[in-house]
Structures are given as C-alpha cells and as structure tokens.
C-alpha cells in the first residue's frame, strides 16, 4: 500500500485544527473527488482509511471494516463542518443530507461505523451431487416447501437432493437415533480454500453439539470442526427470529440461507456455513459427517467446494466506534456549519453567528432555504443564542433577528451565490459598519451587533444578473 495516496480521518479532522484555507480546500477538493471515484456499495467517501490496506490487518480491521476502510459520520461531520467555513457550502449540505438518508435507511438512527464496500471476490464453485448419498426426509414441521436441485442460497450454489426430480430422499441425516445415519463419507478428491454446507440441527443437547465435519487429505492428514448451534448452525425450528450466528468481526462464516415462517410462533430456516479449509493445497479426499453422540438430529442438505476463503455478504453496518461519536461529530458540523452558531468566548460571552441557509435550497429552490428559526443554549449556564432567518430573494435582502445572553455576537452570513456585493446593513433605522467577502466564491457580510438583544438586522445586497441591467 502507498501510504501517501491515502486519504484518513485525520485527514477530516485537521479542516478544524488550525490548517491554512489552502490546505483545507485541498483537502476538501481530494473527499469531493473519492465521491466520483466510490467502489461499489459504498455509503459515501467518509472514510476512517481509504484505500484501505490489503495486508497485515485482519478480525475487527478486516478490509472495509472499522480502521481499515469502514465509513464513519465522524469524519462526515469533520467534513462538513470544514465544508461549511472554507467555502464549499453545498458540499457541506450535502454531506448532512446524505447522512439524513443513511439514518432513515438503516433503522432511523446514524450508526458510527458503515462497511465500506460491497465487493464480491471472484470465485469458482463446485456443488456436490449429495442425491446418492441421501438417505433421510426432512420430517419436521415446516420442511413443506424446501427448495429442491440446484439452488443459489446465501450467494452459493448447492445441488440439493430434490425427490420430486430424481426420486430420492430429501437430505443426509445424522443422528445416533435408529433410522438415521451414524457417518457418511463424500468422496472429493479436489483442492479447495472453502468448504460450504447448507445445513441445520434438531434436538440438540445442552453443548449444542449436532455432529463433527473432518475433511481426510491426500496423505493421510485431517482436519475436524465441530457443528455447534450458535456458532456455525440454527435449530430448525424456533420461536424467536434468530440472526445468523457470526464471530462479531463483520467477517461472516454463516448466513441465513432459508428461512419462513411455520406454524405460529415458529421460524425454520437452513445455514449455509463456510468452513475456511486450513490446508488449501493440499487435495481433500474426502468429507466425513459424524453424528454428534447424544442423539441430536443433523440435516445436510448441501455441500459445495470453492476456490477462495470464505465470504457473505457483510452487514451494511460495521461496528468499533460508539454511535455517540458520530452522532457529536454531525451535530458539530449542523449547529456551527449550517445553523452557524459558534461560541468564541465561554457560555457565548462571545458568539459568532455564521448562518449558511442560502446554500441549504432544495429542487427549485436556488436562493436557498427562505426561513429558519434555531435556538442553542448550555443549560448548566443558560448561556445562549437565538435568531430567526428570513431571505427575499425578489427584493434581495435578508433579515435577522438575533438575541443572546452574552456581550457581543460577530455576524457572517452567507449570502445567495448571485450577491455581488452588499448595499447595506440596517439595524432597524441605525446603519451598521460591515464588510463584503469572499470565501472561495461564496458572498459573506460580517458585521458586529451588541448583545443582549434583541435586534433586528436587515442586510441589503445587489445581484450580478439583476442588477446589470439597472
């Protein structure tokens, strides 16, 4: 990995530790141009790393998640705000909208960390004709239905055992209990990283234990896994919706490959679970499946080979960071950024006010947002500041109503990008010394009024279109 073409949350977090404007334009400029350039599935350019690295990292910083390439609202919200003072407004509202819409997509609450990327590695599968080895029907409750013959479930293929096809029985069953199989060997005699089984158990005992998988290679080397409810397989049958079970990394063995609802209150549902291979070069004669010895019932219904370690699809949200975190970073960037309220002093002693509602418009909206009201306020101090926002784009003024409980509040207001300069600026009938500039290309005015308020403040400014003409 170059390190140097890496972009990571410091990255987000020196916009608001002092950087030159130059710098932090850059910086901004580099988010703006991931955003054209995002691998596929993922949640935005926020990234706590990107690239991420590819090598040396692994369990809880596997690639795409947490550190190593997950995507986080902190540094959305180090990056809007940094947005919001150096020019880049749009960006910094759109960064917040887009933050909006992750929130209402996943559970109407922003999660600290999102995976940073949906990508599938290329593989090669091989199912396993299962059909003359399947000597038991799934007799449960709910198995109406199952599907049968070659089926992708959980995005691998199996060749299930279909009676209706082939005149067989529904799967390989493992049980200690007469009628049932006490092993089975599956001759292979191929090379592969993973091993999946579409799978389930019944009537396990207090372990959980529903029976061993141990792969027999070319020269007389074996490798045994136990089958265990909660680790790597589901009970067929449950009252409760049960997730599939995973090691709590991102990094998934299991997936719910079937699954409906029986007869209320029940859920049945199949496993598929992939067992990572720990000798991938070496040839797999066979696959033996062992009955656990306590009578539980093992249900397999499927076995495919592949030529690369395991993988499902990862849950769209990562883990790692406290939501708390996030949450602080994009409230950050919404109360001093778009909202504008910034406390220079202590308890708003003294209070910039920097509202940037003429970037927030929405479809035709090009003046922006025409009225906003915001209160923020420290309640162990009562220190605060309160103002209501009103925008005429047809007599091009904007007008502030701005109170506070501190002594002075220093006022720069984003104008509408059409603004070239600034006529006045009114306080009621008092006229106000200000100033017109430019933040990149963005319109402010600055001024001074003197708190507490109220005071009622009325900015007049003339449009590059409009007023040519005139």
């Not at 987000?12 to 599935?41: F, K, M, V, W």
Request: hydrophobic residues 40%.
């Amino acid at each position: 990995m170059d390190e140097a073409s890496q972009v990571s949350l410091s990255n987000a977090y020196s916009l608001n530790r002092g950087l030159s404007h130059e710098q932090c334009a850059a910086i901004i400029q580099t988010y703006q141009d991931l955003r054209q350039h995002l691998p596929p599935g993922s949640p935005g350019e926020w990234y706590t790393i990107y690239p991420p690295f590819q090598k040396g990292f692994g369990d809880h910083n596997d690639v795409w998640q947490y550190m190593n390439g997950g995507v986080t609202p902190i540094v959305a919200g180090e990056l809007a705000h940094g947005a919001f003072e150096h020019g880049f407004e749009g960006y910094g509202v759109d960064v917040l909208r887009r933050l909006a819409d992750l929130g209402r997509k996943y559970g109407s609450r922003l999660h600290c960390v999102y995976t940073g990327a949906l990508q599938p590695p290329q593989r090669t599968f091989t199912p396993l004709d299962l059909a003359p080895l399947a000597h038991a029907d799934l007799a449960l409750e709910g198995a109406e239905g199952l599907p049968g013959g070659r089926q992708e479930l959980a995005g691998v293929p199996f060749l299930i055992p279909d009676p209706a096809a082939h005149d067989c029985p529904r799967c390989i069953g493992l049980s200690q209990r007469p009628g049932h199989a006490r092993q089975v060997d599956l001759p292979v005699y191929a090379q592969a990283a993973c091993v999946y089984l579409l799978h389930t158990v019944a009537h396990t005992g207090l372990g959980g234990v529903g029976g061993t998988i141990t792969l027999h290679y070319a020269g007389g080397t074996t490798f045994s896994q136990y089958v265990v409810v909660g680790h790597n397989v589901l009970p067929w049958s449950h009252w409760l919706y049960l997730p599939a079970p995973n090691p709590g990394n991102n990094r998934k063995s299991t997936e719910i490959a079937w699954r409906r609802s029986g007869r209320a209150p029940l859920n049945v549902q199949l496993v598929a679970y992939g067992l990572d291979n720990p000798h991938p070069d070496l040839e797999i004669e066979r696959i033996t499946l062992t009955a656990a010895e306590d009578g539980a019932l093992w249900a397999v219904l499927g076995v495919t080979l592949s030529d690369h370690p395991v993988y499902f699809e990862p849950d769209p949200v990562s883990f790692g960071i406290p939501d708390s975190w996030g949450a602080a970073a994009v409230v950050y960037a919404l109360i001093e950024g778009l909202v504008g309220v910034v406390d220079e002093g202590v308890a708003y002693g003294q209070a910039r006010l920097a509202p940037r509602w003429a970037a927030a418009g929405v479809g035709q909206a090009a003046a922006g947002v025409g009225q906003a009201a915001a209160a923020v306020k420290y309640p162990a101090s009562n220190g605060y500041v309160a103002y209501r926002y009103r925008h005429d784009p047809d007599h091009r003024w904007i007008e502030i109503e701005v109170t506070g409980s501190g002594e002075a509040c220093h006022c720069h207001v984003l104008l509408p990008a059409e603004a070239a300069t600034v006529q006045s600026v009114r306080a009621g009938d008092q006229p106000l010394e200000f100033a017109f500039t430019r933040v990149e290309g963005s319109p402010y005015v600055d001024f001074t009024v003197n708190l507490p308020g109220p005071h009622m403040v009325r900015i007049y400014y003339l449009s590059k279109a409009r007023d040519k003409s005139n």
